[in-house]
């Protein structure tokens, strides 16, 4: 965070526009790297999330980034199942950035990015993740976000509400509560994604040019497949 200020202020830029060029040049790596190895990861249920495809690009969605980012500061350390490759503990900041990294998503707002960044540093590095290092954090913007997010308190689904049912403690629910945020999160992707893809496609209409209308139809097809499954494991979620 601190090279990106200090190349903002050298290069007359906007903190944002360095951050996008990041995101670029690290989904070509990420992509360099996926061809050579895959990541197994137990999900936190038995359903599989469907992944991202390639083709959905500079598309995000800060409500979800903001319960994302939430998550890992609150429970980033806790324990919620085990790596099939090895048998290793999954903890919440990991899955998060696995899956994430894995369908190369990239967190939009500055300050989240930051906040993320920090977290998959502090993963990387094998340490603890503390609410207080960022609460305490000498970026005043980290520091204001990370109090404003670690004091939300999460809600009841309409579900819970109807049968009158006694609030349980998030960190009791985390599996179900983490799977609903990837897929609120990756929806949301998604169907955004559409959109950009059915501009593209009246693009292609317009032109006449008859493959990139195939290509953009099969697109549309596979987005409606994904978020028609999306939605299907959404149905049974019950916390939000």
């Not at 995101?23 to 061809?35: F, H, Y």
């Not at 317009?206 to 209308?213: G, L, R, S, W």
Request: aromatic share 6%.
């Amino acid at each position: 965070a601190v090279y990106i200020q200090e190349c903002s202020g050298y290069l007359n830029m906007e903190e944002s526009v360095i951050y996008s060029e990041i995101r670029k040049i690290r989904k070509r790596n990420i992509e360099s790297e996926q061809k050579s190895k895959q990541i197994s990861v137990t999900s936190p249920s038995k359903s599989l999330i469907p992944s991202i495809p390639s083709f959905v690009e500079d598309v995000y969605y800060e409500v979800q980034e903001k319960e994302i980012i939430r998550l890992m500061l609150l429970y980033g350390n806790h324990n919620i199942g085990t790596y099939e490759s090895n048998n290793k503990e999954i903890k919440v900041a990991g899955y998060i950035i696995n899956e994430l990294r894995n369908d190369q998503l990239e967190i939009k707002n500055v300050v989240y990015q930051k906040i993320f960044n920090l977290v998959e540093n502090l993963v990387s590095e094998g340490q603890e993740i503390s609410d207080k290092y960022f609460i305490n954090h000498q970026d005043s913007e980290i520091s204001k976000i990370s109090i404003d997010l670690c004091t939300v308190n999460y809600t009841l689904s309409r579900r819970w509400k109807k049968h009158g049912a006694n609030l349980p403690s998030e960190d009791t629910q985390l599996k179900i509560i983490l799977e609903d945020v990837i897929i609120k999160y990756k929806l949301k992707i998604l169907q955004l994604g559409k959109i950009a893809v059915n501009k593209k496609l009246k693009e292609a209409q317009k032109n006449n040019d008859h493959a990139a209308v195939e290509e953009q139809l099969k697109n549309i097809k596979t987005l409606i497949q994904i978020i028609s499954k999306l939605s299907s494991l959404q149905d049974r979620v019950i916390l939000k």
